[in-house]
């Protein structure tokens, strides 16, 4: 799932972002999750983004809870969110699935920089 996400990011106003909102629209839990990480960075619309993420998580996406919780305990000034977010990171651990949560970030990064590389080559 990683390498269509690092993907959406290089192709944010084509026909891959209206088919991801179309997926999302229709209760895709991997576009939901997918257009609220793109939403909330590349986009910068954070509060829509948050809400996909949230959204992508209560329908059972681990990795949109895992990502979901981070922003909250980190990027959020609120106390009330950072607590929030502190027991979705809880909530994730008891579960057992943080670590593929963990491996599943670190292949994000490492596409990214591939794409970015591919996209930035000289010639």
């Known amino acids: 799932m ?7 990011l290089s192709h944010l106003n084509g026909p891959e972002r209206r088919f991801l909102e179309r997926c999302a629209e229709v209760g895709n839990v991997d576009a939901i999750f997918q257009q ?6 590349p986009l910068g619309l954070r ?7 949230a959204r992508a ?5 681990v990795e949109a809870g895992y990502l979901c919780a981070m922003l909250l305990m980190y990027h959020h000034e609120d106390e009330e969110e950072v607590q929030m977010g502190v027991q979705m990171m809880e909530d994730i651990r008891i579960s057992g699935q ?7 970030f670190s292949g994000i990064s490492k596409d990214v920089v ?8 000289p010639g």
């Open 36 to 41: 609220g990480f793109v939403d909330y960075f």
């Open 47 to 53: 509060d829509k983004g948050m809400e996909l993420l």
């Open 57 to 61: 998580f209560a329908e059972g996406s």
């Open 98 to 104: 943080l670590e593929s949560c963990s491996k599943f």
């Open 2 to 8: 990683y390498k269509p996400l690092a993907h959406f």
């Open 114 to 121: 591939v794409l970015l590389l591919e996209m930035y080559a």
